[in-house]
C-alpha cells in the first residue's frame, strides 16, 4: 500500500488467530527444509506411487523416476528459499540474479553417469518434464552432440546398469545371515539400479527408434516494430520424429540463405517463438526455421509469408507526426514554474509553517473536547464529498457504519465546472496543501469562484486528515443527486493489499453486513443521494475496478459512439473496460505495418475512378497476393462486423461511417486501436447511442472519460499534467485578482508582468495536452464532415451495403444508393432549402462525381415525400432517362 492509514499506538500482539498460522507455517517450513534425519524418514516410510518433493534427497532422484511434479517442487523451492535468511523482504536485482544462476547450476549438474536432466526428459519423450527443466534453465549436454556418441554411451550404461544389479544381487546373497538394516540398504541399492536399468533401456530404444525430425509444419512471421520480427513456430508432424528439445532460427536478405546474418536458438517447445531485433526498416528478410531432437538438425523450413521488411504507418503520408515525450515536457514546464524569474502569485507566498509544530498543540487541547472530524450523518440539501475505500467486499465505515462524508459548505448545487476541477484534482491529492495555502485569503474574495475552490479543498483536508492518507482515490465520473436537492460527489480507491488498522473510530466492514444494515433516511418519500450511494454501492465498485484493468494486447478496431446536450458532450464505453470505447480485437499483434495503412489509406472515393467497384478492382494485386495482406483484411472485416453487431448497428447504417487514418491510437507499446467514426448526421441531441445494444455500456462526459483513460494508460503523463494544471490555474485566476486590485503604476506593471508569465506557461501546457487528446481530432474529422483524415467504411468492407428490413423507407432509400451516391445524398442533403413555405429541394448535379441513378433516386425520395424539386444537372445524354422519370411522378419539377 503506497499510502498507509496513520499508524495506531504501539500495542503489545495477541496471540491471536494469526499465531496458530504461523507456527504451522514455520515447522511445515522446517519439515520440507529440515536436515538429512528428516529426508531418511520420508525414505524409511512406506513408498507410495506419487511421491513428494521431500521424498527425494536430490532433483537427480526426481528426474530419474521421471516425477514431473516433485522437480517442480523442487525447483520453486531453490528459487523461494536461495535468498537465505532474509526470504522476501531482501529480494532484489542481484539476490535474484544470484538465485537463477544456482538454479541453473542445480537443474544442469553432470549425474556420475554422465547425464544432465535434460538427457533424462528427450530420451525418456517426456514433454512436461522437458518443459519444466527449460523454464528453469536447463540446457543440453555439452559432451554427447553427435548419435554415434549417443549410441555408444546408451549402450555403456545399459551395461552398466545390468553390472550394478548383478552385483548387488550377489552381494544380498552372501549377506543372508547380516543384520535387517544392511540387508534393507542391499534392497534399496538395488531397486535403485533396476530402476536405472529400466530407464537405461527405455532411453536406448527410443534412441534407437527416433529419425531425424523433419522440417517444421510451419512458421510464420509479423512485423512488429520498425525494427523487429516476430517468428512463431510449429512442430513437426509425424511420430518417429521423436521429442523436439530446440528450434534453430535464421534470417537473410537473400532467399537461398548464403548469406546468413544471423542466427538463434529456441530452447521454448511448448508455443516456441523468437523475436527477431536489431532490423533495418525497409529491407526484407526471409526466415527460415530448423528443429533438433537427440539424432541432430533437421530440413529448415522457411518462413509464410517468404520475407517481411519491417515498417511502420507512421511512415505512410498523411498521418500525424511523431508523438513526443508529453510526460517529459509536462515535467520540464514545472520546474520552470518553480523557477523564481518565472514564479506565480501563490509561490511567492510565505511558506507554509511546519504541521508538526502548527498541530501539536492545537489537536492535543481540541481532542480532550471533540474528534477531530464531524462525520455528516443526514444530507440537508447541500453538496457532500464522499470517499469509499475498499479491500476485496470490505469497505472502510465511520463509528456509527456509515461511508465517510463530510459538507462542502456554501458551495452552489451547480457545480459542473467545479466537478471537473475536482476530477483533475484527483489526480493530484499531493498539491492541495499547496492550493490551499493560495486560497488562504480566498473566503474574502468577491470570487465565487475561488470561494467555491476554498470550500472543496477544505473538505478534501478534513477526509485526509480524518482518514490518514493524501489519497482519497479517483473521482467518480458524474455526481449523485436527489430531489430534495443534495449533490454528492464520490471519490473510490481500492487496497490491493491487507491495510493497517485504521485509527478508531474507523472500521472495515463487509459489503454484505453494509447493505443489510442499510435504512432510508426516515420521514423522506424520497431516497436521498447517500442512499442511492448505498444501493448503486456494488455498481460504483465494479466501475472503478473495471476503469484501472488494461485490454489483452493486441489489435483492435473501437467506435466513436457520441451523444451531445447543451451541457456536455458524452461518450459510449463498456460497462467491462470504461478506460477504451467500445472495440473489439482484430489480432494479437498490436502493430500495423506500412502496406496495410497504405491499404487503409487508398480507399478513397475520387471521381476519376468512377465509383466503387472500379477502384476494389483496381486494388494493386501483388499486395493483395500477400498471405499476411489478406489475413489482416479478412480480420479487420470480421471484427468490424462483429463490433456493430454488438452495438446492434445495421451494416447499411454502418457503411456510411469512416475509418479514421490520420492515425493509429496506440495505448503502450502492445495495445493500438483503429477507430471508426459516425456521420454527423448521428453527433445530435436526438441520438442516444444505448438504444439496442447487446453490449452492457454506459456514456460517460467525454472530458471525464479522458481523464479515466489516461489514468489507466498514461498516469505519469496525467499526474504530471493534472499538478501542472491546478497550479497555472490557481495561479491565473489570482494574478487576475491581483491585477484588478493594483492600484499604483508599479504594481499594475508587476501583476501584468506576473499574469503574461503565467499565461505564457499555461499556453505551453495547453499545447502539450491538445497533442496528447486524440479524440478531440477525431471529433473534429466528424463535425468536417469531409472525412478529411478519414476514408469511406463502405469501400473498406468493400461491395455494397446488404438490403434493409421493409418498412424503413429512409433506411431503404440510403441502402439502394452505394457509398458515392450517399455522398451525393449528404451533399444534396446540407445544400437543400428548409425554408417553409415552399419546399423547395435544390440540388446541382455535376458530372461524373454523381452518376444520373444518383439522382434520381434521390429525386424519387424527395418527390415520393410531396416537395417540389429543381435539379441542374450537367449530363445530357441522361436528360430524356430524367425527364421519363420526372413525368411518372406527376409532380412540379424543374429540370
Same mark, same amino acid.
Request: with cysteine.
Given at each position: 500500500?503506497?499510502?498507509?492509514?496513520?499508524?495506531?499506538?504501539?500495542?503489545?500482539?495477541?496471540?491471536? %488467530?494469526?499465531?496458530?498460522?504461523?507456527?504451522?507455517?514455520?515447522?511445515?517450513?522446517?519439515?520440507?527444509?529440515?536436515?538429512?534425519?528428516?529426508?531418511?524418514?520420508?525414505?524409511?516410510?512406506?513408498?507410495?506411487?506419487?511421491?513428494?518433493?521431500?521424498?527425494?534427497?536430490?532433483?537427480?532422484?526426481?528426474?530419474?523416476?521421471?516425477?514431473?511434479?516433485?522437480?517442480?517442487?523442487?525447483?520453486?523451492?531453490?528459487?523461494?528459499?536461495g535468498?537465505?535468511?532474509?526470504?522476501?523482504?531482501?529480494?532484489?536485482?542481484?539476490?535474484?540474479?544470484?538465485?537463477?544462476?544456482?538454479?541453473?547450476?542445480?537443474?544442469?549438474?553432470?549425474?556420475?553417469?554422465?547425464?544432465?536432466?535434460l538427457?533424462?526428459?528427450?530420451?525418456?519423450?517426456?514433454?512436461?518434464?522437458?518443459?519444466?527443466?527449460?523454464?528453469?534453465?536447463?540446457?543440453?549436454? %555439452?559432451?554427447?552432440?553427435?548419435?554415434?556418441? !549417443?549410441?555408444?554411451?546408451?549402450?555403456?550404461?545399459?551395461?552398466? @546398469?545390468?553390472?550394478?544389479?548383478?552385483?548387488?544381487?550377489?552381494?544380498?546373497?552372501?549377506?543372508?545371515? @547380516?543384520?535387517?538394516?544392511?540387508?534393507a540398504?542391499?534392497?534399496? *541399492?538395488?531397486?535403485?539400479? /533396476?530402476?536405472?536399468?529400466?530407464?537405461?533401456?527405455?532411453?536406448?530404444?527410443?534412441f534407437?527408434?527416433?529419425?531425424?525430425?523433419?522440417?517444421?509444419? *510451419?512458421?510464420?512471421?509479423l512485423?512488429?516494430s520498425?525494427?523487429?520480427?516476430?517468428?512463431?513456430?510449429?512442430?513437426?508432424?509425424?511420430?518417429?520424429?521423436? +521429442?523436439?528439445?530446440?528450434?534453430?532460427?535464421?534470417?537473410? #536478405?537473400?532467399?537461398?540463405?548464403?548469406?546468413?546474418?544471423?542466427?538463434?536458438?529456441?530452447?521454448?517447445?511448448?508455443?516456441?517463438?523468437?523475436?527477431?531485433? &536489431?532490423?533495418?526498416?525497409?529491407?526484407?528478410?526471409?526466415?527460415?526455421?530448423? =528443429?533438433?531432437?537427440?539424432?541432430?538438425?533437421?530440413?529448415?523450413?522457411?518462413? #509464410?509469408? &517468404?520475407?517481411?521488411?519491417?515498417?511502420?504507418?507512421?511512415?505512410?503520408?498523411?498521418?500525424?507526426?511523431?508523438?513526443?515525450n508529453?510526460?517529459?515536457?509536462?515535467?520540464?514546464?514545472?520546474?520552470?514554474?518553480?523557477?523564481?524569474?518565472?514564479?506565480?502569485?501563490?509561490?511567492?507566498?510565505?511558506?507554509?509553517?511546519?504541521?508538526?509544530?502548527?498541530?501539536?498543540?492545537?489537536?492535543?487541547?481540541?481532542?480532550?473536547?471533540?474528534?477531530?472530524?464531524?462525520?455528516?450523518?443526514?444530507?440537508?440539501?447541500?453538496?457532500?464529498?464522499?470517499?469509499?475505500?475498499?479491500?476485496?467486499?470490505?469497505?472502510?465505515?465511520?463509528?456509527?457504519?456509515?461511508?465517510?462524508?463530510?459538507?462542502?459548505?456554501?458551495?452552489?448545487? $451547480?457545480?459542473?465546472?467545479?466537478?471537473?476541477?475536482?476530477?483533475?484534482?484527483?489526480?493530484?491529492?499531493?498539491?492541495?496543501?499547496?492550493?490551499?495555502?493560495?486560497?488562504?485569503?480566498?473566503h474574502?474574495?468577491?470570487?465565487?469562484?475561488?470561494?467555491?475552490?476554498?470550500?472543496?479543498?477544505?473538505?478534501?483536508?478534513?477526509?485526509?486528515? $480524518?482518514?490518514?492518507?493524501?489519497?482519497?482515490?479517483?473521482?467518480?465520473?458524474?455526481?449523485?443527486?436527489?430531489?430534495?436537492?443534495?449533490?454528492?460527489?464520490?471519490? +473510490?480507491?481500492?487496497?490491493?493489499?491487507?491495510?493497517?488498522?485504521?485509527?478508531?473510530?474507523?472500521?472495515?466492514?463487509?459489503?454484505?453486513?453494509?447493505?443489510?444494515?442499510?435504512?432510508?433516511?426516515?420521514?423522506?418519500?424520497?431516497?436521498? @443521494?447517500?442512499?442511492?450511494?448505498?444501493?448503486?454501492?456494488?455498481?460504483k465498485?465494479?466501475?472503478? /475496478?473495471?476503469?484501472l484493468? !488494461?485490454?489483452?494486447?493486441?489489435?483492435?478496431?473501437?467506435?466513436?459512439?457520441?451523444?451531445?446536450?447543451?451541457?456536455?458532450?458524452?461518450?459510449?464505453?463498456?460497462?467491462?473496460?470504461?478506460?477504451?470505447?467500445?472495440?473489439?480485437?482484430?489480432r494479437?499483434?498490436?502493430?500495423?505495418?506500412?502496406?496495410? !495503412?497504405?491499404?487503409?489509406?487508398?480507399?478513397?472515393?475520387t471521381?476519376?475512378?468512377?465509383?466503387?467497384?472500379?477502384?476494389?478492382? &483496381?486494388?494493386?494485386?501483388?499486395?493483395?497476393?500477400?498471405?499476411?495482406?489478406?489475413?489482416?483484411?479478412?480480420?479487420?472485416?470480421?471484427?468490424?462486423?462483429?463490433?456493430?453487431?454488438?452495438?446492434?448497428?445495421?451494416?447499411?447504417? &454502418?457503411?456510411?461511417?469512416?475509418?479514421?487514418?490520420?492515425?493509429m491510437?496506440?495505448?503502450?507499446?502492445?495495445?493500438?486501436?483503429?477507430?471508426?467514426?459516425?456521420?454527423?448526421?448521428?453527433?445530435?441531441?436526438?441520438?442516444?447511442?444505448?438504444?439496442?445494444?447487446?453490449?452492457?455500456?454506459?456514456?460517460?462526459?467525454?472530458?471525464?472519460?479522458?481523464?479515466?483513460?489516461?489514468?489507466?494508460?498514461?498516469?505519469?503523463?496525467?499526474?504530471?499534467?493534472?499538478?501542472?494544471?491546478?497550479?497555472?490555474?490557481?495561479? #491565473?485566476?489570482?494574478?487576475?485578482?491581483?491585477?484588478?486590485?493594483?492600484?499604483?503604476?508599479?504594481?499594475v506593471?508587476?501583476?501584468?508582468?506576473?499574469?503574461? *508569465?503565467?499565461?505564457?506557461?499555461?499556453? /505551453?501546457l495547453?499545447?502539450?495536452?491538445?497533442? @496528447?487528446?486524440?479524440?478531440?481530432?477525431?471529433?473534429?474529422?466528424?463535425?468536417?464532415?469531409?472525412?478529411?483524415?478519414?476514408?469511406?467504411?463502405?469501400?473498406?468492407?468493400?461491395?455494397?451495403?446488404?438490403?434493409?428490413?421493409?418498412?424503413?423507407e429512409?433506411?431503404?432509400?440510403?441502402?439502394?444508393?452505394?457509398?458515392?451516391?450517399?455522398?451525393?445524398? /449528404?451533399?444534396?442533403t446540407?445544400?437543400?432549402?428548409?425554408?417553409?413555405?415552399?419546399?423547395?429541394?435544390?440540388?446541382?448535379?455535376?458530372?461524373?462525381?454523381? %452518376?444520373?441513378?444518383? =439522382?434520381?433516386?434521390?429525386?424519387?425520395?424527395?418527390?415520393?415525400?410531396?416537395?417540389?424539386?429543381?435539379?441542374?444537372?450537367?449530363?445530357?445524354?441522361?436528360?430524356?432517362?430524367?425527364?421519363?422519370?420526372m413525368?411518372?411522378?406527376?409532380?412540379?419539377?424543374?429540370?
Open positions: 500500500m503506497s499510502v498507509s492509514m496513520r499508524n495506531p499506538p504501539q500495542r503489545r500482539r495477541s496471540l491471536g %488467530p494469526v499465531s496458530p498460522k504461523r507456527i504451522y507455517r514455520n515447522l511445515s517450513f522446517r519439515l520440507r527444509g529440515g536436515g538429512e534425519s528428516s529426508v531418511a524418514a520420508d525414505l524409511d516410510a512406506p513408498k507410495r506411487p506419487s511421491k513428494s518433493a521431500d521424498a527425494y534427497k536430490t532433483l537427480w532422484e526426481a528426474v530419474e523416476n521421471e516425477d514431473t511434479l516433485a522437480v517442480q517442487s523442487l525447483l520453486s523451492r531453490d528459487c523461494s528459499s535468498g537465505g535468511g532474509g526470504g522476501v523482504w531482501e529480494k532484489g536485482e542481484k539476490k535474484e540474479r544470484d538465485w537463477e544462476r544456482d538454479r541453473e547450476k542445480g537443474v544442469n549438474r553432470v549425474s556420475e553417469q554422465g547425464l544432465v536432466p538427457d533424462v526428459a528427450a530420451l525418456t519423450h517426456n514433454s512436461p518434464l522437458l518443459h519444466v527443466l527449460t523454464k528453469a534453465g536447463a540446457r543440453h549436454n %555439452p559432451v554427447l552432440c553427435r548419435p554415434a556418441e !549417443w549410441a555408444l554411451k546408451l549402450d555403456a550404461l545399459v551395461a552398466l @546398469a545390468d553390472k550394478r544389479t548383478e552385483e548387488r544381487k550377489t552381494e544380498l546373497a552372501k549377506k543372508a545371515g @547380516a543384520g535387517p538394516q544392511a540387508q540398504d542391499l534392497q534399496r *541399492h538395488i531397486q535403485l539400479w /533396476r530402476l536405472r536399468q529400466q530407464l537405461y533401456y527405455r532411453m536406448r530404444e527410443n534407437q527408434n527416433t529419425e531425424l525430425p523433419g522440417s517444421p509444419s *510451419h512458421v510464420s512471421i512485423v512488429t520498425t525494427s523487429s520480427l516476430f517468428v512463431t513456430i510449429k512442430e513437426p508432424e509425424g511420430d518417429t520424429v521423436g +521429442l523436439i528439445t530446440r528450434y534453430r532460427v535464421e534470417w537473410s #536478405t537473400s532467399a537461398s540463405f548464403k548469406r546468413i546474418l544471423g542466427t538463434a536458438q529456441v530452447t521454448e517447445t511448448k508455443n516456441p517463438s523468437y523475436v527477431i531485433k &536489431a532490423l533495418t526498416a525497409g529491407v526484407h528478410y526471409f526466415v527460415r526455421v530448423s =528443429a533438433y531432437n537427440v539424432k541432430g538438425w533437421g530440413p529448415p523450413q522457411c518462413s #509464410t509469408p &517468404a520475407s517481411a521488411a519491417p515498417s511502420s504507418w507512421r511512415e505512410c503520408a498523411g498521418v500525424k507526426s511523431q508523438l513526443r508529453h510526460e517529459a515536457l509536462v515535467r520540464k514546464l514545472l520546474e520552470d514554474a518553480k523557477e523564481s524569474h518565472l514564479r506565480g502569485y501563490c509561490i511567492e507566498s510565505s511558506k507554509p509553517q511546519s504541521p508538526s509544530k502548527r498541530l501539536s498543540v492545537s489537536r492535543g487541547i481540541k481532542q480532550l473536547f471533540q474528534s477531530a472530524t464531524k462525520f455528516v450523518r443526514f444530507l440537508q440539501r447541500g453538496v457532500y464529498l464522499a470517499t469509499v475505500f475498499y479491500h476485496k467486499d470490505n469497505i472502510l465505515v465511520t463509528a456509527e457504519d456509515q461511508i465517510p462524508l463530510v459538507e462542502i459548505q456554501c458551495c452552489s448545487t $451547480s457545480i459542473t465546472q467545479d466537478f471537473l476541477w475536482l476530477a483533475k484534482l484527483s489526480c493530484a491529492w499531493q498539491q492541495v496543501p499547496w492550493l490551499q495555502q493560495g486560497l488562504s485569503s480566498a474574502s474574495s468577491p470570487s465565487s469562484l475561488l470561494q467555491n475552490r476554498h470550500n472543496i479543498l477544505r473538505a478534501v483536508s478534513q477526509l485526509q486528515s $480524518s482518514l490518514g492518507t493524501v489519497d482519497l482515490g479517483q473521482i467518480y465520473y458524474e455526481p449523485l443527486k436527489d430531489r430534495q436537492g443534495n449533490v454528492l460527489l464520490v471519490t +473510490l480507491k481500492e487496497f490491493p493489499n491487507t491495510p493497517s488498522p485504521p485509527d478508531p473510530p474507523l472500521h472495515w466492514m463487509p459489503l454484505a453486513r453494509l447493505e443489510k444494515n442499510r435504512s432510508r433516511t426516515p420521514l423522506l418519500p424520497e431516497p436521498t @443521494a447517500m442512499d442511492m450511494l448505498a444501493e448503486q454501492l456494488k455498481e465498485l465494479s466501475f472503478h /475496478r473495471h476503469s484493468q !488494461w485490454a489483452q494486447p493486441g489489435l483492435y478496431v473501437g467506435i466513436l459512439k457520441l451523444c451531445s446536450s447543451v451541457e456536455q458532450i458524452r461518450v459510449l464505453v463498456p460497462q467491462r473496460l470504461p478506460s477504451l470505447l467500445c472495440h473489439t480485437r482484430v494479437h499483434n498490436a502493430h500495423v505495418t506500412r502496406e496495410e !495503412w497504405t491499404w487503409l489509406q487508398s480507399h478513397v472515393y471521381a476519376a475512378n468512377g465509383g466503387v467497384q472500379s477502384l476494389l478492382d &483496381a486494388e494493386d494485386e501483388s499486395t493483395m497476393e500477400s498471405s499476411s495482406m489478406e489475413e489482416f483484411v479478412r480480420s479487420l472485416r470480421a471484427a468490424v462486423t462483429h463490433l456493430l453487431t454488438k452495438l446492434n448497428i445495421p451494416l447499411y447504417r &454502418a457503411y456510411q461511417y469512416g475509418v479514421y487514418t490520420r492515425e491510437l496506440q495505448f503502450g507499446d502492445n495495445l493500438s486501436m483503429l477507430l471508426l467514426l459516425p456521420p454527423s448526421e448521428d453527433f445530435s441531441s436526438s441520438y442516444w447511442p444505448l438504444v439496442g445494444t447487446k453490449e452492457p455500456g454506459l456514456t460517460m462526459p467525454l472530458q471525464i472519460f479522458e481523464l479515466v483513460h489516461f489514468w489507466t494508460y498514461e498516469r505519469d503523463f496525467l499526474s504530471q499534467y493534472c499538478q501542472a494544471w491546478v497550479r497555472l490555474e490557481l495561479d #491565473t485566476h489570482l494574478a487576475q485578482q491581483a491585477l484588478r486590485e493594483a492600484l499604483e503604476t508599479k504594481e506593471q508587476e501583476a501584468r508582468e506576473r499574469l503574461n *508569465h503565467i499565461s505564457g506557461l499555461s499556453q /505551453r495547453d499545447v502539450v495536452w491538445r497533442d @496528447a487528446r486524440w479524440i478531440m481530432d477525431c471529433l473534429q474529422c466528424v463535425r468536417s464532415k469531409q472525412w478529411v483524415g478519414a476514408v469511406p467504411l463502405g469501400l473498406v468492407m468493400g461491395g455494397d451495403p446488404p438490403p434493409c428490413p421493409d418498412g424503413e429512409e433506411e431503404s432509400l440510403t441502402a439502394r444508393l452505394s457509398w458515392p451516391h450517399r455522398l451525393a445524398q /449528404r451533399a444534396i446540407e445544400n437543400s432549402g428548409s425554408a417553409t413555405p415552399p419546399n423547395i429541394v435544390t440540388a446541382e448535379v455535376s458530372a461524373p462525381a454523381i %452518376p444520373a441513378e444518383a =439522382a434520381l433516386v434521390l429525386m424519387e425520395g424527395v418527390v415520393k415525400g410531396g416537395y417540389p424539386v429543381d435539379i441542374t444537372t450537367q449530363l445530357p445524354a441522361d436528360l430524356e432517362k430524367i425527364n421519363a422519370c413525368s411518372d411522378f406527376k409532380s412540379p419539377c424543374t429540370l
